[in-house]
Every structure is written in structure tokens, then in C-alpha cells.
């Protein structure tokens, strides 16, 4: 068992977690249910949940959540090891988003939202240890992140290579972007990724990557104080007359107007 892990008293408000790596020898049984909600997330190897009305397998990158005063029996599965993440917590608004079901699970598909959920919950097992009330805000805030990603990707049906690139166009927006490069990190031809893209986002890549720059540029200078100029750099645009112009397109004003 790892020992990353914080106690606290069931029920009693408190949000702890903990990451197991566990054989197939744990399990664990409560009859009654808790007072708690419970939340699972599967780094590798294989698990389950048992409650009265269904069984559910945990398998990889996936989230699992166990609906409070819910009696259930969980544990990994014959043969096999279970690596994964947990977190008690108590009812919070955003559960009124997940289905009306005893287990409620979503494969996480997307390589950034499987970060997201591995650093919210990193950040769990780090704040709860503390006892401070901004401590306890800080734990609510990454149990409300692992919750609307989860309910993000049970909403959206989108073609996972087409968010790979969405997410790739997130992390590079700055850097020149070229359509092989990205064809290529999804395994498909630049046309068919383009073809794909427009389908499911309704624009272009170039299109939606502008699209991006250009709102990220209107923050550095309404929020940081930079320049049309500074902020046109900043966001990857090397032609300033260019940037303006979509930024007048877009914003329906040009850069010097909109910073004032």
C-alpha cells in the first residue's frame, strides 16, 4: 500500500485522498454506504465496484464516481494489480451534472484532461494535509475540476485525434504551427486532418489557432498592460498589420482602441 495518503474521520466534512498500488489480495466492503461520495481514478492495472444494483470494472484512465449511502464492495480484480488515485468527498453542486446511477464512470480520453485530473487530485493529497479553511477551498476547487472534466467528456462526443490537436494548438499557440506536424502527431494526412477539423470545429485549424491568438492577445493587454505590438508577439504573430486586422475582425475594434 503507498502511504501517500491522508485520514480523515468519514463523513465529518473533511476531503482526503489517497494513490494505492494495490495486489489482488485488497478489498474493501461497507455494507451501509457512506455519508461520503467517492471518487476513483486508475493509473493503470484493474479494479472494481460492486453495489447492490451493478458492477463496474476499473480499467486505465478511467474515473469512477460511487454515489454517497451507497452500500458497495470494492477491490481489484483476480490476477491483476490495481494502481489508482481516490478521494472521499462530501455532496458538492456539481454532482447535480452526473447521471442518477449508484457508480457513474467515464473513460478519460484526452492526454491534457488525464494530467488535469492526475495534478487535481496531487493537489488533494498535498492540501489536505493541512487544516486550514483555504486549505479545505483549495480541495473542493480540485474535486470540482476532476468532476467537470469528467462531465466535459461525457458531453462532449468529440473525436479524440481532433482534441489532441485542439489540445496541441493549446500548447503551441505561440510556436508556428505547421498542419504536417500536426497531421502527423495524430496519424492522419493533412487533408483528411483538415477535412476532420472543419467538420467538427466548424473553421479552419489557422482559423481557430487566430481565433485563439487573438482573444489570448486581447487578455495581455486588457490584464498585463502590454502593448498591440508586445501582445501581437506575444501570441505568435511575426506581421503586425495582419494582427490587427484580425483582431479589428474579431473584436470589432482595432488593438489600439480596445487597450485605451
Not at 455494507?31 to 471518487?39: I, N
Not at 472521499?88 to 464512470?105: A, D, T
Not at 495534478?119 to 494535509?129: C, P
Not at 479553511?133 to 462531465?151: D, F, K, N, T
Request: hydrophobic share 40%.
Amino acid at each position: 500500500m503507498n502511504l501517500d495518503q491522508y485520514w480523515g474521520m468519514e463523513g465529518s466534512g473533511l476531503i482526503f485522498a489517497g494513490q494505492f498500488h494495490e495486489s489482488d489480495s485488497y478489498e474493501t466492503k461497507r455494507a451501509h454506504g457512506m455519508k461520503d461520495w467517492l471518487v476513483f481514478y486508475t493509473l493503470s492495472g484493474n479494479g472494481f465496484i460492486y453495489t447492490p444494483n451493478m458492477k463496474h470494472a476499473c480499467e486505465a484512465h478511467q474515473i469512477a464516481f460511487l454515489r454517497n449511502g451507497t452500500p458497495h464492495h470494492y477491490g481489484t480484480q483476480k490476477g491483476s494489480k490495481w494502481h489508482f488515485y481516490w478521494a472521499h468527498f462530501q455532496i458538492l453542486p456539481e454532482v447535480r451534472y452526473l447521471p442518477e446511477m449508484e457508480i457513474w464512470s467515464q473513460p478519460i480520453i484526452h492526454d491534457l484532461a488525464r494530467e488535469r485530473i492526475i495534478q487535481a487530485f496531487r493537489h488533494i493529497l498535498h492540501d489536505s494535509k493541512e487544516s486550514s479553511g483555504i486549505s479545505r477551498l483549495l480541495c473542493e476547487h480540485a474535486i470540482r475540476e476532476i468532476l467537470l472534466l469528467s462531465i466535459q467528456h461525457h458531453i462532449i462526443k468529440r473525436d479524440p485525434r481532433i482534441q489532441n490537436v485542439l489540445d496541441l494548438l493549446h500548447e503551441r499557440m505561440t510556436e508556428r504551427i505547421q498542419i504536417e506536424d500536426l497531421a502527423q502527431a495524430v496519424m492522419l494526412s493533412p487533408s483528411r486532418l483538415t477535412h476532420l477539423f472543419k467538420q467538427e470545429i466548424g473553421e479552419s485549424i489557422i482559423q481557430h489557432l487566430n481565433r485563439m491568438r487573438i482573444k489570448q492577445a486581447a487578455v495581455l493587454m486588457e490584464q498585463m498592460g502590454r502593448s498591440p505590438s508586445e501582445a501581437a508577439q506575444d501570441v505568435g504573430f511575426t506581421d503586425y498589420n495582419h494582427f490587427a486586422a484580425l483582431f479589428r475582425k474579431q473584436m470589432g475594434v482595432s488593438p489600439r482602441m480596445y487597450r485605451g
